[in-house]
């Protein structure tokens, strides 16, 4: 009874957090993935949004916050903004383990374009789940 209250408490979770139009099938794994991927996408596309790197890195590993520097996100932000605008909303499209890392590949709308695949990989250290690969991918960006 206990672990069907939890499961329910945590799909619960992922319609709420997750803002989500357009339903996608996810097993209770995959579920379970998506109550930590999306309130950490959701507080870094704000974080893009708001020109904030504190933000926007929050949940980044080490190896990621010095491969995505202030100063580089600054520039990469610039270049990605003068292309697809600001940030407007993302559905959830695939999640898949690829070996010790979880990759979750969100549909997002930004105001000059949808169907932006924004990609964001996850990797456990220690008790936390921290962003260890982000990629922003759309026709207009490879122009």
């Known amino acids: 009874m206990k672990k069907a209250l939890l499961l329910a408490i945590c799909l619960l979770l992922v319609l709420v957090l997750g803002g989500c139009s357009k339903k996608v099938s996810v097993s209770v794994s995959q579920q379970n993935v998506l109550v930590y991927a999306n309130p950490i996408a959701d507080n870094m596309l704000t974080g893009f949004n708001e020109k904030n790197y504190s ?47 979880t990759i979750v590949i969100y549909n997002a709308e930004f105001e000059k374009e949808k169907g932006v695949e924004v990609k964001v990989v996850f990797q456990k250290y220690e008790e936390k789940n921290l962003v260890s690969g982000l990629w922003f991918n759309s026709p207009k960006l490879r122009k």
């Open 55 to 101: 933000k926007f890195s929050r949940d980044f590993s080490e190896q990621m916050k010095n491969g995505l520097s202030k100063p580089v996100f600054n520039q990469t932000r610039q270049q990605i903004v003068s292309k697809l605008g600001l940030y407007k909303t993302r559905t959830v499209s695939k999640i898949y383990k690829q070996g010790p890392s």
